[in-house]
């Protein structure tokens, strides 16, 4: 105000000047200490406004300026924008600020803005929003995963032992639709089922995920080329959706679950801070009461709730679930040894013997063992039996001639110069298993053994194997670990063994 003020005491002054001193606009200026193009501007704007010298008496510098500088009004013939209804319908694939501007201009004609500041308005607009929303998320294109940093307590009513639960959250890139759930684990098991339970809640999969880099989604985290955990990456193909790891420290890439994780922490697990839980399943029921209240609440700023825009964005845009669900499976690479067996839980599975040396990949579900090579699968087993060895007829070769540098001969030999407890341990490995070369890994063992130990230790070992009738290569390795071969053992006696005579004692003659 002031500077205004000033302003109109030069312009006072000009007209003075100018009409009773008679004074060029060169010397006002000069006398005024302002240019000589301001000087011209003001006694043009006084001659256009039909402003006289002496100016009337009831006019003052107020009225001067009244009349010399009205007040701008907005143009009130132009309809605003609905600026946050551009926002969601941009999230659409394919609508971009040129049809919404067309489709605009259709609707008000001359009363709408021209190109330039409609874009310069939905900017300004867009710059006043939260961090998170100033991303566009196309709808049905992204799903954002992470976990809550907070636990949640479970007590074991039983034993009054204390758990801590996860918290598992998944929202969806245009709509801010929400999932969150408690499980055990951050685990790879845990995980996966989070995620088939977190689709079949909203109804289908959008073409994206985009997780964290936590272990069970990315087995090496790389920030060009993160590469996704194997079991996490068949759930993906199964539901036909890709899978984008965000970049190690790059939160901007995962700012919507960000967003989302806090939104959970503030309105669902501060709410559940004083309540006790004892069951998974119950802390479940709590979450689940809760999140229905989250995603009908509207937004700050908007009208719409995260229902309402899930309803007409990311609902219509997501892929349908698949009609089969998907069967959890571990992955694992293998190589199988000279018996041309892979192992998994301790347990032996037969692959084609062509096959030995060759690196491979195992599948295993609840119920089965598949190998694959080069994504072929080669076997196939059911992965509950009996016994340690699950052997094919196909998968072995009709002639061992792949093994002729190891033959039940061969190992026979070596255990001969080492002594005979050796030979009859081998032997053992050899004759007490359904196809000799499922000793082998056994007599390979000793081989290795023999290397690591003296001969005459080894021999002692398998002695002592032998006398406590337990001639496998696990208890020879144990007693050569705890040095049991050097010390005496004394034979079983029977006699000595024999139950002293008590009242308390049943004779054989009880049991007829």
């Not at 050097?486 to 079983?492: F, G, L, N, S, Y």
Request: with cysteine; hydrophobic share 40%; net charge positive.
């Amino acid at each position: 105000m002031p500077a205004k003020r000033s302003s109109m005491r030069h312009i006072t002054e000009i007209l003075r000047l100018k009409h009773e001193a008679k004074l060029s606009h060169e010397k006002i200026a000069r006398a005024l200490g302002v240019s000589k193009g301001v000087v011209s501007k003001y006694v043009s704007l006084a001659q256009a406004k039909g402003v006289a010298w002496p100016l009337p008496g009831a006019m003052d510098e107020a009225a001067l300026e009244r009349l010399l500088f009205p007040a701008p009004t907005a143009p009130a013939r132009f309809v605003e924008p609905d600026l946050p209804r551009l926002h969601h319908e941009l999230k659409r694939k394919g609508v971009t600020l040129q049809l919404l501007w067309a489709e605009y201009v259709a609707t008000h004609g001359e009363a709408a803005y021209r190109y330039s500041q409609f874009c310069h308005r939905y900017r300004l607009w867009q710059g006043q929003q939260r961090r998170s929303m100033r991303q566009v998320h196309h709808a049905g294109e992204k799903l954002f995963l992470d976990y809550c940093g907070p636990t949640v307590p479970v007590i074991d009513p039983a034993t009054g032992e204390l758990r801590q639960a996860q918290v598992f959250v998944a929202v969806l890139g245009a709509s801010s639709y929400t999932y969150a759930e408690a499980t055990w684990t951050q685990a790879l098991p845990d995980w996966i089922a989070s995620h088939q339970r977190a689709l079949r809640y909203f109804g289908g999969t959008p073409a994206l995920w985009v997780p964290d880099n936590l272990r069970a989604a990315v087995s090496q985290p790389c920030r060009y080329a993160p590469e996704p955990n194997a079991t996490y990456a068949e759930l993906a193909r199964h539901y036909g959706a890709a899978i984008l790891p965000a970049r190690p420290y790059q939160p901007k890439d995962k700012a919507k679950v960000e967003v989302a994780v806090q939104v959970v922490e503030r309105w669902i697990l501060a709410r559940l801070r004083h309540r006790t839980f004892h069951s998974l399943a119950a802390l479940n029921q709590a979450i689940h009461e809760l999140l229905e209240s989250l995603n009908g609440r509207p937004f700050q700023r908007q009208p719409d709730s995260r229902r309402d825009l899930f309803e007409s964005l990311d609902r219509p845009a997501l892929k349908p679930l698949p009609l089969v669900p998907y069967e959890y499976a571990e992955w694992k690479q293998v190589k199988p040894g000279i018996d041309y067996h892979v192992e998994f839980g301790g347990r032996l599975y037969s692959v084609p013997h062509a096959l030995v040396g060759q690196v491979l990949e195992l599948r295993a579900t609840a119920t089965s063992i598949e190998v694959l090579h080069r994504g072929h699968r080669v076997a196939a087993h059911p992965r509950q039996g009996a016994g340690r060895f699950s052997t094919l007829p196909e998968h072995m070769p009709k002639s061992h001639r792949e093994h002729r540098q190891w033959s039940p001969g061969r190992f026979m030999n070596w255990a001969k110069d080492i002594g005979v407890a050796t030979l009859h341990v081998v032997e053992h490995q050899l004759n007490n298993r359904p196809h000799p070369e499922h000793g082998y890994r056994a007599c390979l063992g000793l081989l290795n053994l023999a290397r690591r130990y003296s001969r005459a230790r080894l021999e002692a070992a398998c002695a002592r194997a032998l006398a406590i009738q337990s001639p496998s290569y696990r208890s020879v390795s144990s007693i050569l670990d705890k040095g049991l071969d050097r010390q005496p053992h004394e034979a079983h006696d029977e006699t000595a063994a024999a139950l002293p005579a008590h009242g308390n004692v049943r004779g054989p003659d009880y049991y007829n």
